[in-house]
């Protein structure tokens, strides 16, 4: 019988889905073919249906596979001595993905999709979800450690902050012109200011 390795059919699903993300940023879900995504990762269709079932399958392990890259960043975090610094470096890194245009395009299909899909529609609320359970985190340990306003509620502000990386992804789709440096910085000093310990009023 024949056997499969684990790593190298790992392996090559990731590149398959590398080279799907071209093609749904570029023509979207429903014009995308299934000879557009073998064309693409340079395989037959059979290879492609090898791996997966269809072509949903493969748009929807684009936004599986980002739900776990994110997590990884959101477990080192949580690790960091200095949480504060560790939560601005998260959203540096999630904004700073607007440099791809394909990212923005991709999350534009994404909201598309969802609209008309209550599965993929659960996944992509399933992925805000665990990105919102991970910012609380950093933020409860942040605010423990004294380095933010201990009065915020760790999920309301983890809702803000995740709220402000989806309007730098916005403001990206309807910009292509946009200096990503100038309102990644922006976006930092707004955190700053929102998160940072509330001074005691003079004279009390």
Known sequence: MRTVDPAKHAAK???IVDAAVGCFAEKGFER????DLCRAAGISSGSLFHYFPNKRAVFTAIFTGDARETAGRLAAAAEAADPLAA???VVNELAGQVAHPAVVRLVLEAAAQAARDDEF???IQRNDRALRDGLAVLVERAAEAGLIDPGLTPR?????VAGLIDAMISRAGLDPDLDLAAEQAILRTILIRFLRPVSPAAGG
């Open 87 to 89: 939560l601005l470096d």
């Open 32 to 35: 995308t073919t299934t000879a």
């Open 13 to 15: 699903r990731a590149a």
């Open 121 to 123: 529609a659960e996944l």
């Open 156 to 160: 309301a502000a983890a809702g803000w």
